[in-house]
């Protein structure tokens, strides 16, 4: 997917970008290709690839949430990496309050810089383990949406970003291809944080480039204090029922 292809498949979407945040995308492409030399942070590298796998692929919540296009939503990014996805979010909508955890500080070094160049406003960006963020009252039950990319299985991942929902707020997971099966094993985990599975969502992306699932989960109830657990022990323990 070339950038005009890009730029075309968001605009039959109804996402018409500027210039400027054209340029932004772009900018984004040069300063992720650049530090991946020196600094691991993705396998795809070439242009089209990343505008693909990456931009539009970290975009595909937009076309199931128009108020992520418009309001100012304060939204949680769990295990972002190298910022998807919600810095193309945050490009696309510059009104969201954007903050991103993630336990390597060299990404977060890296995003730093990457949000200083893009003249990006209300990005928070925070060096930590989920676990342990999600028991701190700055962050804990927090957030209008949490949201987080093939980090873990679902039901690991849904103690891990669950937490930092606030009550009638939502968590997305975006999944690849064992999206039903990860479903069926977590939903004694989001029974037990406080959540409600809503809906299930494939979206199939241009070029042969694969299928996304995208799980929702809305926030019914607070999560029990004890969750989530230490660092480590949602991975080793997964509450699976």
Not at 3 to 8: G, N, Q, S, T
Not at 112 to 133: F, I, P, S, T, Y
């Amino acid at each position: 997917m070339t950038p005009e292809e890009f730029f075309e498949a968001l605009s039959t979407k109804g996402i018409d970008l500027s210039d400027t945040q054209k340029s932004q995308f772009e900018t984004y492409f040069h300063e992720l290709v650049e530090t991946n030399k020196v600094m691991n942070l993705t396998s795809i590298t070439e242009k089209e690839q990343v505008y693909l796998k990456h931009f539009y692929d970290s975009l595909i919540l937009d076309f199931f949430d128009d108020a992520l296009i418009k309001d100012d939503l304060s939204i949680c990014d769990v295990g972002s990496g190298a910022g998807f996805p919600s810095i193309p979010l945050k490009i696309v909508n510059p009104n969201l309050q954007v903050t991103i955890i993630d336990s390597l500080n060299k990404r977060i070094n890296f995003l730093n810089q990457l949000v200083d160049k893009l003249g990006l406003e209300n990005v928070n960006l925070v060096h930590g383990r989920a676990e342990e963020l999600g028991q701190n009252k700055q962050y804990r039950q927090s957030f209008d949406l949490v949201t987080a990319r093939a980090v873990a299985s679902m039901a690991v991942l849904t103690e891990l970003c669950l937490p930092f929902v606030k009550k009638g707020g939502q968590f997305i997971a975006m999944k690849a291809d064992k999206a039903s099966e990860e479903l069926v094993e977590a939903k004694f985990a989001i029974t037990t944080l406080g959540g409600k599975f809503e809906k299930q969502a494939e979206f199939e992306l241009p070029n042969g480039a694969g299928s996304r699932n995208l799980i929702f989960v809305s926030k019914t109830k607070e999560t029990p204090k004890k969750y989530p657990r230490k660092p480590g022990t949602p991975s080793r323990k997964p509450l699976i029922k």
